[in-house]
């Protein structure tokens, strides 16, 4: 509770520096206060919430479970069999250092300015770390135990369910935590390319205006529904993981 | 009864040789220590046994069967406790039964009977977190009692234990044999232990291990700790640290 007040105590301390800043220079186009910010908000909650943030939110819900499906299932596979590991691991490795925003323009080209588009982006951006976290995860399980299972006479199928999925639970809420908050914020960017709406584009729409209180708005909501979304998965985490602190 | 037939072992991929012609034997409910230095063979016998390595010449057999063909003929306990954090203490005992397929009901009434058998009733319900080290060894080798067979094979169980602790553990443990009747095989690298524990010692004192030498213990049972002090088994205390320290001279 302490370190939590020392953390809500600077970041108030910013937000009064902000706020002394900006009505020093006194351009609300070049820095708005974080009072103009929050007007701002204020003034167009209805819309960003009913228009642009569920468009965000559809890409960031159907791009996750896409990254979560194919991200468990690859890591599951290159556990089960090292030829696939051998495979696929450098390559996920090497497409790490292609930048997804700038081949994104390639998906537009496929795809125009649609859902689908969007989604592949969050894909790209988030199931990498899925991957490599689970299967971080399954290889963490320990020989002994593994032996020690294998002295009881337990199937490879017994192995995987009773010792290296319980192992990798921890490890897959870590990818859960990186992953998620990055699916929000690159759904916000991906809309930079062209979309119909959502909260990335929105605040683009502003800057065209050189509305820059307008600008920050929405993403404030893109902030708050990322740190939302992670104490959630830490709520769960806390619950069904109760016993990492051993390990 | 198990027996080892001329029993040649070497690990894949290395050298040295670490069993060369082994062969002892066990009789059903005998309480035997294996006693040598570190770095042995000791755990190598219980690889061979419980079938995780594979020997290279002899044979390995159980009341006249080769062990190759026989399933859950052995109990195995590590040195670490090895719990599944996430599995409760009663989930921990039933892990054996649940990987053979033991039906749910059955599970759950023979855990509570082994559990009040080892004194650990009122943990069930708990992780092994909020156990001691000593409970959480007791734990274990609940769930090893659980795997079912006769021939228990535990590895140094006691070995990474304050001593006050162990020393309790260990009659514990003799307590617990006498009630359960199965053969123990207990891997030690200490005298004392031995001598306290087993009515047979078997003294590894080369390698790679050709021979064991078999040492009667003369003391009845039930145990207690100052008829270590008597001068007959002083001496062979001495005897015993004697054959072990000559092998690490050599
Ligand atoms: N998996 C293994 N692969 C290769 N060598 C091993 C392996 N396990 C143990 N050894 C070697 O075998 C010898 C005996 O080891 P071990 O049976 O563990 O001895 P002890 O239990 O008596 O301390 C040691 O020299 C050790 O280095
Ligand atoms: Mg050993």
């Not at chain 2, 006691?158 to 260990?170: C, E, H, K, P, V």
Request: include cysteine.
């Amino acid at each position: 509770m302490k370190k939590k007040l020392y953390g809500l105590g600077f970041g108030a301390f910013l937000i009064l520096l902000w706020q002394l800043l900006a009505v020093k220079i006194n351009a609300s186009y070049i820095l708005p206060s974080p009072l103009q910010v929050w007007q701002a908000l204020q003034k167009n909650f209805g819309v960003i919430m009913t228009k642009h943030f569920p468009i965000t939110m559809e890409v960031v819900l159907i791009g996750s479970g896409i990254a979560l499906v194919l991200g468990i299932s690859l890591a599951i596979l290159m556990d089960l069999d090292e030829r696939i590991e051998k495979a696929v691991y450098p390559i996920l490795t090497v497409s790490q250092t292609i930048p997804v925003l700038c081949i994104a323009p390639i998906f537009v080209l496929w795809f125009g300015y649609t859902t689908t588009t969007r989604v592949i982006v969050v894909v790209l951006l988030t199931f990498f770390s899925i991957t490599v976290n689970v299967f971080d995860g399954f290889k963490a399980t320990k020989q002994e135990m593994t032996e020690l299972m294998a002295t009881y006479g337990a199937t490879p199928m017994q192995q995987f369910m009773k010792l290296r999925l319980p192992t990798a639970l921890p490890y897959f809420f870590t990818a859960l935590k990186i992953s998620i908050p990055w699916a929000v914020v690159g759904s916000a960017i991906a809309e930079w390319l062209g979309a119909p709406g959502g909260l990335g584009n929105y605040s683009r729409k502003m800057m065209m205006d050189l509305n820059a209180a307008g600008l920050i708005a929405p993403l404030l909501v893109i902030s708050a529904v990322a740190l939302l979304i992670n104490m959630l998965i830490r709520l769960i985490e806390r619950l069904v993981v109760t016993w990492r602190a051993e390990v | 009864m198990l027996a080892f037939n001329h029993v040649d072992f070497t690990y894949p991929g290395e050298t040295e040789k670490i069993l060369d012609g082994l062969s002892f034997q066990v009789q059903d409910g005998e309480f035997i220590s294996i006693l040598g230095a570190s770095g042995g063979g000791k755990s190598t016998l219980f690889r061979l046994l419980n079938g995780l390595e594979t020997i290279q010449g002899g044979s390995i057999e159980i009341d006249g069967k080769n062990i190759q063909g026989l399933k859950h003929y052995c109990s195995y306990m590590p040195q670490k406790d090895l719990l599944f954090p996430w599995r409760t203490v009663e989930q921990n005992v039933m892990l054996p039964m649940e990987v053979a397929g033991v039906d749910k009901a059955k599970r759950k009434k023979d855990c509570g009977h082994m559990l009040r058998r080892v004194e650990l009733e009122e943990y069930a319900k708990k992780y092994p977190r909020d156990l001691s080290g000593g409970m959480r060894q007791r734990v274990s080798f609940a769930r090893t009692l659980c795997a079912g067979s006769n021939l228990l094979l535990l590895d140094e169980p006691f070995s990474a234990l304050d001593s006050i602790t162990r020393i309790n553990l260990q009659e514990w443990l003799l307590r617990q044999w006498v009630k359960f009747n199965r053969t123990v095989l207990f891997i030690t690298h200490d005298v004392e232990e031995a001598i306290f524990l087993s009515q047979k010692i078997y003294v590894i004192t080369e390698k790679p291990i050709r021979s064991v030498e078999q040492i009667e213990v003369p003391l009845p049972y039930p145990r207690t700790r100052d008829m270590l002090l008597q001068p007959e088994i002083m001496r062979l205390k001495e005897e015993l640290i004697h054959a072990l320290r000559q092998k690490v001279e050599a």
